[in-house]
């Protein structure tokens, strides 16, 4: 368990976290969410050792705990060969000889660059660069990883390679702490996320509980219904050519919608259920959308 408690940080002027406090269980993919300058990258560099003039405590239950930090802005020599610079940072956390040589091809499989190992950084696309930071970060098998916006300017392609790494090193038990304004990634990969907005922790908690707290599911239905058929006391909002209606009992509206539809002979293309996303739930705790701040 990491326990962050009543961590601030100023910049000069800019107060850049305020009074965070966090309980970061072992073992789980911990996701920090929140607009460009939220505090999200301080609050890692500080878990990191990186930043160590702040305020508050920070403690790490288990003795002797080992990190590995990926950093926002890719940190790689780019006139070196891959090999080069994964070498170089496995030196770094210590290893040598046999234990580095076992490592560093372990690593390389991990971030499916093997067969490009002797290339010369400069030559990998933004994604491949991406892969290596992060291999950069795993040579000595740390328990906590610290992942600051992995996917930033990545293809598709090396994003599913990053998110299959991600999955491993769950099963593998390592715990996760992965920054991104990217809600989808952090619904798919993270058990647990907190909101991070100007410097303070808005909300945290696992991503199911967060959900059934504060985001309905809404109803959809599309075909050729006009909106007057769907009455006056719905909220409705028009959407992929359908209708989503906010109602506080999804089931029961979507059993009466589909009475209705049977009684006058109407086949919807579609009657569903859509299932909250942490989006809204951003947008419950903050008034805004998380896309409006974000690039
Ligand atoms: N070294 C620094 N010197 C001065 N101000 C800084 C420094 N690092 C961060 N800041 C400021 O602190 C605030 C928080 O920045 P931080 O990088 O932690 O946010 P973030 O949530 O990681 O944002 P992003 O998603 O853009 O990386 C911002 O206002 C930023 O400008």
Redesign the pocket.
Known sequence: MITIKNVSKV??K?Q?LQSIDLSIPDGVCYGLV?P???????LMKILAGIVKDYNGSLNFSKKNTSLGYVP?DICLEETLSAFANINFYGKIYGLKGQKLAHRVKAVFDEIGLTDRAKSKVKTFSGGMKRRLNIGCALLHEPDIVIMD?PTVGVDPQSRRHIFQLIHSLKKQGKTIIY?S?YMEEIETLCDHVAF?DN?KLIEQGSVTELLSRYAKPEVFIKGDIPRAWLGTEQTVQHKDGGWILATPNPLETLADLATRCKKQNIIPVQLSLMQPRLEDVFFSLTGTALRDNAS
Do not use: C, P, R, W
């Open positions: 910049y000069g800019i850049a929140g460009n300058g939220a505090g999200k990258s301080t926002q916006e920054a304004h991070i410097g």
